[in-house]
T-cell receptor, first 112, second 111 residues
């Protein structure tokens, strides 16, 4: 399917476990992003990537790890999940700097 | 530090009303301002504004940028229940290749 897809859509995990959220896009966009969305904070950037093998931290990177070995995939890993990481996570991609993103449908993660 | 402030935080109106949502920004090297609509899932793109004073329109929605005042407004005329959503404003971040978002305005349209 064309577009940007995230998986899983919903995830419940326990404190301390490692969790990986997947993001896949079919446009060969250079830029990919991970945001988290929390009430009162809006969308906050966790990590972004300008190309395969190039990643950089955003506003709230602590506790997260990313990789981008292929242009189309940008997984986000929570190394040891904490309750404060309960959130909705959005992946997005863009072909050009400063232009609009296309967002995935989001992953709702609950850490218990 | 980049900043995007949206107001009001939430708004409840009746169908048929006209609403104006506000966005002010502080960013070095302004390039553009974007508006998104978020219903239950992912934000969807509405407008991108780069030039001051030029209105962008799409049906009942319109937006205009004021670079002198570092702000933008989003107008929705003859509101419908389907307009109920969170409206997000964003600017490309200074020195980084990402969008910096405001916290959004939650609009609720009552029948």
């Amino acid at each position: 399917d064309a577009g940007i897809t995230q998986s899983p859509r919903y995830k419940i995990t326990e404190t301390g476990r490692q969790v990986t959220l997947m993001c896949h896009q079919t446009w060969s966009h250079s830029y990919m992003f991970w945001y988290r969305q929390d009430l009162g904070h809006g969308l906050r950037l966790i990590y972004y990537s300008a190309a395969a093998d190039i990643t950089d931290k955003g506003e709230v990177p602590d506790g997260y790890v990313v990789s981008r070995s292929k242009t189309e995939n940008f997984p986000l890993t929570l190394e040891s999940a904490t309750r404060s990481q309960t959130s909705v996570y959005f992946c997005a991609s863009s072909g050009q700097v400063g232009y609009g993103y296309t967002f995935g449908s989001g992953t709702r993660l609950t850490v218990v | 530090e980049d900043k995007v402030v949206q107001s009001p935080l939430s708004l409840v109106v009746h169908e048929g009303d006209t609403v104006t949502l506000n966005c002010s920004y502080e960013v070095t090297n302004f390039r553009s301002l974007l508006w998104y609509k978020q219903e239950k899932k992912a934000p969807t793109f509405l407008f991108m504004l780069t030039s001051s004073g030029i209105e962008k329109k799409s049906g009942r929605l319109s937006s205009i940028l004021d670079k002198k005042e570092l702000s933008s407004i989003l107008n929705i005329t003859a509101t419908q229940t389907g307009d109920s959503a969170i409206y997000l404003c964003a600017v490309p971040s200074t020195g980084a290749n990402n969008l910096f978002f405001g916290t959004g305005t939650r609009l609720t349209v009552i029948p």
